[in-house]
């Protein structure tokens, strides 16, 4: 486009030599040269300060997802490490815990036996102190073995939970690739059609047929495809405007 405007600025030149266009009309055309030239340089800037902008975007929200990810993968691990020396220093107490347990039941079994024909008293009260302890070191037991047991239910139940998260996310992952695919499909598809609908000429009202039909095909078309689809169109077009 520059060039153009530059081509127009020589014509003016020689124009104004030739003395076909007055000093004034000199000027305002310079001007409005140097104008548009001004206005074409400065969205070109613009638009590339917004590319490299977006490009070191780009660059940082991928360290960003790296170093979320790193934190994401470190909280897991120590979660999982933490989890583990948990549930090793609980296995050695419930040991230690149901082997006096048992040492202690299996010395009052033996007591039970020694008083349960008791006729005193005093050893009937024995045997009925002896047998609350029995309950009670089973009664432990049986509540221990359930809070185990609910334990691992939790445990389980997270893990599936961590599981269904972990598969959400990358489902979630696999759509952000697909709209980052659109938005590539599409910017594609415009700079094709730019270039394409200028070389077209005289058939413009089929290259505009043509490309509402690309349009539409749009969410069921790679990328491939779509601009095979659209160089074929282009030699079409160059042909046409050729031989017109």
């Given at each position: 486009?520059?060039?153009?405007?530059?081509?127009?600025?020589?014509?003016?030149?020689?124009?104004?030599?030739?003395?076909?266009?007055?000093?004034?009309?000199?000027?305002a055309e310079i001007?409005?040269?140097?104008?548009?030239?001004?206005?074409?340089?400065?969205?070109?800037?613009?638009?590339?300060?917004?590319?490299?902008?977006?490009?070191?975007?780009?660059?940082?929200?991928?360290?960003?997802?790296?170093?979320?990810?790193?934190?994401?993968?470190?909280?897991?691990?120590?979660?999982?490490?933490?989890?583990?020396?948990?549930?090793?220093?609980?296995?050695?107490?419930?040991?230690?815990?149901?082997?006096?347990?048992?040492?202690?039941?299996?010395?009052?079994?033996?007591?039970?036996?020694?008083?349960?024909?008791?006729?005193?008293?005093?050893?009937?009260?024995?045997?009925?102190?002896?047998?609350?302890?029995?309950?009670?070191?089973?009664?432990?037991?049986?509540?221990?073995?359930?809070?185990?047991?609910?334990?691992?239910?939790l445990e389980a139940?997270?893990?599936?939970?961590?599981?269904?998260?972990?598969?959400?996310?990358?489902?979630?992952?696999?759509?952000?690739?697909?709209?980052?695919?659109?938005?590539?499909?599409?910017?594609?598809?415009?700079?094709?059609?730019?270039?394409?609908?200028?070389?077209?000429?005289?058939?413009?009202?089929?290259?505009?047929?043509?490309?509402?039909?690309?349009?539409?095909?749009?969410?069921?078309?790679?990328?491939?495809?779509?601009?095979?689809?659209?160089?074929?169109?282009?030699?079409?077009?160059?042909?046409?405007?050729?031989?017109?």
């Open positions: 486009e520059i060039a153009a405007y530059e081509r127009i600025r020589k014509y003016v030149k020689e124009y104004y030599a030739e003395g076909l266009i007055s000093q004034k009309e000199y000027y001007r409005e040269l140097d104008k548009n030239i001004y206005a074409v340089r400065k969205q070109a800037l613009e638009e590339e300060i917004k590319n490299t902008v977006e490009a070191q975007k780009k660059i940082l929200d991928a360290r960003k997802k790296a170093i979320e990810e790193e934190a994401k993968a470190d909280k897991k691990a120590y979660d999982e490490r933490r989890k583990a020396i948990e549930a090793y220093y609980d296995t050695i107490d419930r040991a230690e815990k149901q082997q006096e347990r048992s040492a202690r039941l299996s010395e009052l079994y033996s007591l039970e036996k020694i008083y349960q024909n008791a006729v005193t008293l005093e050893g009937k009260n024995k045997l009925k102190e002896i047998r609350e302890e029995i309950d009670k070191l089973n009664k432990e037991a049986a509540k221990e073995q359930r809070e185990l047991e609910k334990k691992s239910r139940l997270e893990k599936e939970y961590e599981q269904a998260e972990e598969e959400r996310a990358r489902r979630l992952e696999a759509i952000s690739k697909e709209y980052e695919n659109l938005d590539n499909k599409q910017k594609a598809l415009l700079d094709n059609i730019a270039n394409y609908a200028a070389l077209s000429a005289g058939a413009l009202e089929q290259v505009t047929n043509r490309i509402k039909s690309l349009l539409n095909a749009l969410n069921s078309t790679n990328l491939s495809d779509l601009n095979n689809q659209l160089h074929r169109l282009y030699i079409t077009c160059t042909r046409r405007t050729i031989i017109t």
